[in-house]
């Protein structure tokens, strides 16, 4: 695609569910950021792909927060267990160069009641 | 404490005027510093990225200056436009790995008619 997409734009879920989140980064990017940001908070790191190196998942705040990347493009945003702190919405970025996020994805809008 | 550091935090200007934004940071080692703009509900989207070797960049009426020296960076809009109203966020990157980056809390900008 022209950009980095994601899916859903848009997501209400009850506290205690599970919850996917989908990023499409740009064809050929080998770099994938997720990040998340509170209402009116700067952006915090998450989780970083390169390539085939193993993820650096030292943002990710729980062990209820995973991520993977499957051949190296689409990436998959899992949260068990959501809690009401969890509201956010959770960027996706790509890169094809170093030195951080080029591209931005619109985010998901994570509600949990 | 944050290590790069915004201000003002929420600047108003009329539509025409110029504004300057400015970013410190006590970010080291020092790899690139990026700007974004992030209009309400968006991604972020690049604006300009510096090296530690580049004093200055531009991006139609936006500029981007650096100075290593005292780590400070500002983004001076021309000629404002309504369509400038958004959050301008700093990014300094380490020179450790692509992934060690520091976020600013950024500067929300509201153009007026």
């Known amino acids: 695609g022209a950009g980095v997409s994601q899916s859903p734009s848009n997501k209400v879920t009850e506290k205690g569910k599970d919850v996917e989140l989908r990023c499409d980064p740009i064809?050929?990017?080998?770099?994938l950021y997720w990040y998340r940001q509170s209402l009116g908070q700067g952006l915090e790191f998450l989780i970083y792909?390169?390539?085939?190196?193993?993820?650096?998942k030292s943002g990710l705040p729980s062990d209820r927060f995973s991520a993977e990347r499957t051949g190296g493009s689409v990436s998959t945003l899992t949260i068990q267990r959501t809690q009401q702190e969890d509201s956010a919405v959770y960027l996706c970025?790509?890169?094809?160069?170093?030195?951080?996020?080029?591209?931005f994805g619109p985010g998901t809008r994570l509600t949990v009641l | 404490k944050n290590q790069v550091e915004q201000s003002p935090q929420s600047l108003i200007i009329l539509e025409g005027k110029n504004c300057t934004l400015q970013?410190?940071?006590?970010?080291?080692?020092?790899?690139?510093l990026r700007w974004y703009k992030q209009d309400t509900g968006r991604g972020p989207v690049s604006l300009t990225i510096?090296?530690?070797?580049?004093n200055t960049k531009s991006n139609g009426r936006y500029t981007a200056t650096l100075d290593a020296d005292t780590k400070q960076s500002s983004l001076h809009i021309t000629a404002s436009q309504l369509s400038d109203s958004a959050s301008y966020i700093c990014?300094?990157?380490?020179?450790?790995?692509?992934?060690?980056?520091?976020f600013g809390a950024g500067t929300r900008l509201t153009v007026k008619p």
């Open positions: 990014v300094v990157s380490l020179v450790r790995n692509n992934n060690d980056m520091r």
């Open positions: 064809s050929g990017h080998t770099a």
């Open positions: 970013c410190n940071y006590t970010v080291s080692p020092f790899s690139n």
């Open positions: 510096m090296t530690f070797s580049e």
């Open positions: 792909f390169q390539g085939n190196s193993a993820p650096d």
């Open positions: 970025a790509s890169s094809s160069i170093g030195g951080g996020p080029s591209f």
